[in-house]
């Protein structure tokens, strides 16, 4: 059963989580021979969503999430669905490509790669991408994991090492396509990168037993590296790419 660890931050998880870049989805869609429908799994706040909403012409999203539903992007050819990946009401055989965006680590994959193979259609393209953290500078990059592996490492979930090994230790039981790597380039202000840390699921764990933020000291450690209003930053992105074969 997939984790719900973001409806407590719901409106700050859609305001500073990445996006992904268009090359990515420009790589994936080479591969879609239809693109009629297309299935993105986790949606979180829609992010995803919305960017297949411009080339399918028609697109369910499901989290179980309801706060992250709440606070997603909406467009009329998305429908968002409250339930699961492992089991869905969909019709088989419905959907030319699934995305799964920062989120396969969280699924009872077995069942989820059941249903895949249930809902997609033959030929069809499953795509599951995420995000290592943010990077800027190399000492900015040393603080960073200082506060990553001695501050709130112990908070983590175990399935956060998934995406640590960029998604390779995982079982992928299709025709797997070989994918480059991808970055996703943004101009961030201080309060951006405040933001977005504070967004991580093992900080949410810290502030709940702590009793306080720890991202607040970090920030202030880093401030000097910040010598703009907003500095150049990427986040490096990874995918396994795969055609369902029945």
């Known amino acids: 059963?997939?984790?719900?660890?973001?409806?407590?931050?719901?409106?700050?998880?859609?305001?500073?989580r990445p996006e992904y870049p268009q090359t990515l989805y420009d790589f994936i869609y080479q591969f879609v021979e239809q693109f009629d429908n297309a299935w993105d799994c986790g949606t979180g706040n829609g992010q995803v969503a919305r960017v297949l909403a411009k080339s399918f012409k028609q697109v369910k999203a499901s989290d179980i999430s309801s706060r992250q539903i709440e606070n997603a992007s909406t467009a009329a050819n998305i429908e968002y669905h409250l339930s699961g990946v492992e089991q869905t009401d969909f019709a088989s055989d419905s959907?030319?490509?699934?995305?799964?965006?920062?989120?396969?680590?969280?699924?009872?994959?077995?069942?989820?790669?059941?249903?895949?193979?249930?809902?997609?259609?033959?030929?069809?393209?499953?795509?599951?991408?995420?995000?290592?953290?943010?990077?800027?500078?190399?000492?900015?990059?040393?603080?960073?994991?200082?506060?990553?592996?001695?501050?709130?490492?112990?908070?983590w979930d175990t399935e956060r090492k998934v995406v640590e090994?960029?998604?390779?230790?995982?079982?992928?039981?299709?025709?797997?396509?070989?994918?480059?790597?991808f970055r996703t380039n943004l101009e961030w202000s201080i309060k951006d990168l405040h933001g977005y840390i504070t967004t991580w699921s093992a900080v949410q764990h810290f502030i709940k037993q702590n009793g306080f933020n720890p991202v607040d000291e970090f920030v202030e450690g880093i401030r000097p590296l910040w010598k703009k209003e907003t500095e150049s930053v990427y986040f490096p992105?990874?995918?396994?790419?795969g055609r369902i074969n029945k």
């Open 165 to 181: 090994d960029q998604y390779q230790s995982i079982s992928f039981p299709f025709e797997e396509i070989d994918a480059p790597d």
């Open 1 to 16: 059963m997939s984790k719900d660890l973001f409806s407590g931050h719901a409106k700050n998880y859609a305001a500073f």
């Open 95 to 155: 959907f030319d490509l699934i995305t799964v965006g920062q989120a396969i680590h969280w699924f009872d994959r077995e069942k989820f790669y059941t249903e895949v193979s249930r809902v997609g259609k033959l030929g069809a393209i499953i795509a599951a991408f995420g995000y290592n953290p943010v990077r800027f500078s190399p000492p900015f990059d040393e603080a960073l994991n200082r506060f990553y592996f001695d501050v709130i490492y112990p908070y």
């Open 237 to 241: 992105v990874f995918l396994r790419l």
